[in-house]
């Protein structure tokens, strides 16, 4: 009887250590391992709302115009022959671009716009068969057909639309942006060889219909890859998509924010941290909201968003971010919980942005919600960069044999 009591205690201990596994967890708020980098490629979606109203195929946004919708094979026109006898004929155009109407014939209409072709049916009815007839004829659905999408999307390739779809929904069949999407100069090359060019932001933030257009059969759609070097910023903390973004020349903050960026409820929108290097020296600039309208955004620039009151851990630390607030927590707290130091940071002359606008080199003083930590390089990381000791004392030595060989 002695060995149950034995085994439940050998249990318990095991789910307790199973137990205090499991809780354990990243207290990081925004950094490059939880972003999208980690995964790459990946997707940038646009914001779902935007769509909800193409997820219908029937829902219009407004009414087809007879002088610009053009015919193709597919759509269904209904037509009406009114005389002795009343005929009506539900009938689909063929894939030659036909229709075939009974006891009249056939009649081609592929690429006419509505108007048209009613015209031309009705004027083929009248000489063929029925002189004194009154026809009617009415589009009654319209086709699906398919159009090619090529470059910086999750899935490239052919996308079943309708002449009424536009571009967002053609980008949302296509699972979405990749993170270096150029989504300020996407190309369209029409059937006819006639090239456009659209800057889908300008859509994402005014709305502006032209640059989301509609499509026909044939047409191609080019979205193109930006380049990591020279035109990409990186976005991390309280967002759902974060990771790398192309951005446009002089976009500013404010711009780049109103795009499809979907930012958590909980993120602090009255302290974005920018870290940017100028001159080979890095630097953090906090940014308040009355300031995003007016800060452009450089290439290279890191976008720090973080949650509501927490503190922010930059510089020469594992894990750069924010961190949820703890009273009491020192400034050496925070960097251990960012990872501690990389090889060419140092504890000297740490900086202490504080959210009441001062600044300090005091790591002994009590921390606030917002303060920002910045953890420097290295005196002799900035002289030797990635050099070990051993390798700078190996310089040394060949720089003096050299010399008392040249003596010799």
Request: avoid cysteine.
């Given at each position: 009887?002695?060995?149950?009591?034995?085994?439940?205690?050998?249990i318990?201990?095991?789910?307790?250590?199973?137990r205090a596994?499991?809780?354990?967890?990243?207290?990081?708020?925004?950094?490059?391992?939880?972003s999208?980098?980690?995964?790459?490629?990946?997707?940038?979606?646009?914001?779902?709302?935007d769509?909800?109203?193409?997820?219908?195929m029937?829902t219009?946004?407004?009414?087809?115009?007879?002088d610009?919708y053009?015919?193709?094979?597919?759509?269904?026109?209904?037509?009406?022959?009114?005389m002795?006898?009343?005929l009506?004929?539900p009938?689909?155009?063929?894939?030659t671009?036909?229709?075939?109407?009974?006891?009249?014939g056939?009649?081609?209409?592929?690429?006419?716009?509505l108007?048209?072709?009613?015209?031309k049916?009705?004027?083929?009815i009248?000489?063929?068969?029925?002189?004194?007839?009154?026809?009617?004829?009415?589009?009654?659905?319209?086709?699906?057909?398919?159009?090619q999408?090529?470059?910086?999307?999750?899935?490239?390739?052919?996308?079943?639309?309708?002449?009424?779809?536009r571009?967002?929904?053609?980008?949302?069949?296509?699972?979405?942006?990749?993170?270096?999407?150029?989504?300020?100069?996407?190309?369209?090359?029409?059937?006819?060889?006639?090239?456009?060019?659209?800057?889908?932001?300008?859509?994402?933030?005014n709305?502006d219909l032209?640059?989301?257009?509609?499509?026909?059969?044939?047409?191609?759609?080019?979205?193109?890859?930006?380049?990591?070097?020279?035109?990409s910023?990186?976005?991390r903390?309280?967002?759902?998509?974060?990771?790398?973004d192309?951005?446009?020349?002089?976009?500013?903050?404010?711009?780049?924010l109103?795009?499809?960026?979907?930012i958590?409820?909980?993120?602090d929108?009255?302290?974005?941290?920018?870290?940017?290097?100028?001159?080979?020296?890095?630097?953090?600039?906090?940014?308040?909201?009355?300031?995003?309208?007016?800060?452009?955004?450089?290439?290279?620039?890191?976008?720090?968003?973080?949650?509501?009151?927490?503190?922010?851990?930059?510089?020469f630390?594992?894990k750069p971010g924010?961190?949820?607030?703890?009273?009491g927590?020192?400034?050496?707290?925070?960097?251990?919980?960012a990872?501690?130091?990389?090889?060419a940071?140092?504890?000297?002359?740490?900086i202490?942005?504080?959210?009441?606008?001062?600044?300090?080199?005091n790591?002994e003083?009590?921390?606030k919600?917002?303060?920002?930590?910045?953890?420097?390089r290295?005196t002799?990381?900035s002289?030797?960069?990635?050099?070990?000791?051993?390798?700078?004392f190996a310089?040394?030595?060949?720089?003096?044999?050299?010399?008392?060989?040249?003596?010799?």
């Amino acid at each position: 009887m002695k060995k149950i009591p034995l085994l439940f205690i050998i249990i318990n201990i095991i789910l307790g250590y199973a137990r205090a596994q499991g809780s354990q967890s990243d207290m990081r708020i925004g950094a490059m391992n939880n972003s999208r980098v980690q995964n790459f490629p990946t997707t940038k979606t646009i914001n779902e709302n935007d769509l909800n109203r193409y997820t219908i195929m029937a829902t219009l946004e407004e009414a087809i115009s007879p002088d610009q919708y053009i015919l193709g094979p597919g759509d269904e026109l209904g037509i009406s022959i009114i005389m002795g006898e009343n005929l009506t004929f539900p009938l689909k155009i063929t894939p030659t671009g036909d229709i075939f109407i009974p006891s009249v014939g056939l009649v081609n209409v592929s690429g006419l716009t509505l108007n048209i072709a009613r015209k031309k049916v009705k004027s083929f009815i009248i000489e063929k068969a029925f002189p004194s007839a009154n026809v009617n004829i009415a589009l009654l659905n319209i086709r699906k057909f398919q159009i090619q999408v090529v470059g910086a999307v999750k899935k490239p390739g052919f996308i079943e639309i309708s002449a009424l779809d536009r571009l967002d929904k053609i980008i949302k069949e296509s699972k979405g942006f990749l993170p270096l999407a150029i989504e300020y100069d996407i190309s369209i090359i029409r059937k006819n060889g006639k090239k456009e060019k659209i800057n889908f932001l300008n859509f994402i933030r005014n709305g502006d219909l032209e640059q989301n257009p509609t499509f026909l059969e044939g047409d191609i759609i080019k979205i193109p890859f930006g380049d990591l070097s020279s035109n990409s910023v990186t976005l991390r903390g309280r967002v759902k998509n974060r990771g790398y973004d192309i951005i446009e020349e002089g976009e500013t903050l404010s711009q780049f924010l109103n795009r499809s960026i979907i930012i958590d409820n909980d993120s602090d929108l009255n302290n974005v941290i920018i870290s940017r290097k100028i001159e080979k020296k890095n630097q953090v600039i906090s940014i308040k909201p009355n300031e995003f309208s007016a800060f452009i955004l450089f290439n290279g620039d890191i976008i720090d968003i973080a949650r509501e009151d927490g503190i922010m851990v930059n510089g020469f630390v594992q894990k750069p971010g924010a961190y949820s607030f703890f009273p009491g927590y020192s400034t050496f707290n925070y960097i251990s919980m960012a990872g501690g130091l990389t090889s060419a940071g140092s504890t000297k002359k740490i900086i202490i942005l504080h959210s009441d606008g001062s600044i300090s080199n005091n790591t002994e003083k009590e921390l606030k919600r917002g303060d920002v930590i910045i953890v420097p390089r290295s005196t002799i990381n900035s002289l030797a960069g990635d050099m070990s000791i051993l390798q700078i004392f190996a310089s040394i030595l060949t720089i003096y044999m050299t010399y008392l060989s040249s003596q010799s």
